[in-house]
């Protein structure tokens, strides 16, 4: 474990695990840690050593400084590269590869745009950042949605009234339903939800020059969805997959929760 101190932004917090030698900068989903990543012990993890960051509003990681107003406009996306800049005053200046589950994904992706030639391979996990979730667009970026968004956070019944009310049209199933309540059953809680989403709302990867750099330096990018995951499926992501001239694509019979032993069990079988 330790800390990036990134210049304007704050102390990011990362966890080092993995028997693997080949470095691995990972970025966990919505209400996880940077540890989330250690069930893929018998497959990631054999091959990599894992820096897993925890996201601001989440674990350890501290944003410095920044007021509400700062953080309701967003984070400059020119920010990601202090990840990898911090990192490298740690470890050196060398070649990596990045990973990203749900929210995770968008950094991954967004490193991907400034070092190309030093990734060797981007594994993304339910990503989100490869179409327009418009759910997240509405309560980011529109104004009825940002009020929205801001009233419901703010309130004791509605954020989970809400949740509940998606579960009941289908649009989370049970485990989403029980993560997401988990994470608004307090004001404190309710706000991390709110600063999170509004923190992150810019760090959205350009896709078309994603695929271009793929393409053009060969990374191996291997993608994994949920079957049943009503969140970020694999359909949303086929336009960008079509761009790419040889995707590592895997639909697991899962939901948008993936980052579990059964995802670990499955990578397993691919190596034999």
């Not at 102390?11 to 900068?25: D, F, M, N, V």
């Not at 969805?225 to 694999?234: A, R, V």
Request: charged fraction near 25%; aromatic fraction near 14%.
């Amino acid at each position: 474990m330790g800390f990036l101190d990134i210049p304007g932004l704050g102390k990011a917090h990362y966890h080092e695990y993995g028997s693997g030698s080949k470095p691995l900068l990972a970025f966990h989903g919505y209400g996880m840690t940077g540890r989330q990543f250690h069930v893929l012990e018998n497959s990631i993890l054999k091959d990599y050593r894992v820096y897993g960051f925890d996201h601001f509003f989440h674990g350890e990681s501290k944003l410095s400084g920044w007021s509400e107003q700062q953080i309701t406009a967003g984070m400059p996306k020119a920010m990601v590269k202090g990840y990898v800049e911090e990192w490298f005053k740690l470890y050196g200046r060398q070649r990596f590869s990045v990973m990203g589950y749900s929210i995770g994904a968008n950094l991954a992706l967004i490193l991907l745009e400034e070092y190309a030639g030093l990734i060797d391979e981007i594994i993304l996990m339910a990503p989100d950042g490869l179409s327009v979730y418009k759910g997240f667009d509405f309560l980011a970026n529109k104004p009825a949605g940002r009020l929205f968004f801001k009233t419901v956070t703010k309130s004791k019944w509605l954020a989970p009234g809400l949740i509940k009310g998606l579960k009941k049209v289908g649009f989370i199933d049970e485990s989403l339903f029980n993560i997401a309540y988990n994470e608004i059953d307090t004001e404190q809680k309710r706000q991390d939800v709110y600063y999170t989403l509004n923190l992150i709302r810019l760090l959205k990867p350009d896709t078309a020059k994603v695929a271009e750099l793929i393409n053009k330096y060969d990374i191996k990018c291997r993608l994994i969805f949920g079957k049943s995951d009503n969140l970020f499926p694999m359909k949303a992501a086929m336009p960008f997959l079509s761009t790419l001239d040889n995707p590592d694509v895997h639909e697991v019979e899962l939901g948008h929760w993936l980052v579990v032993k059964q995802l670990d069990e499955y990578l397993v079988n691919l190596r034999q």
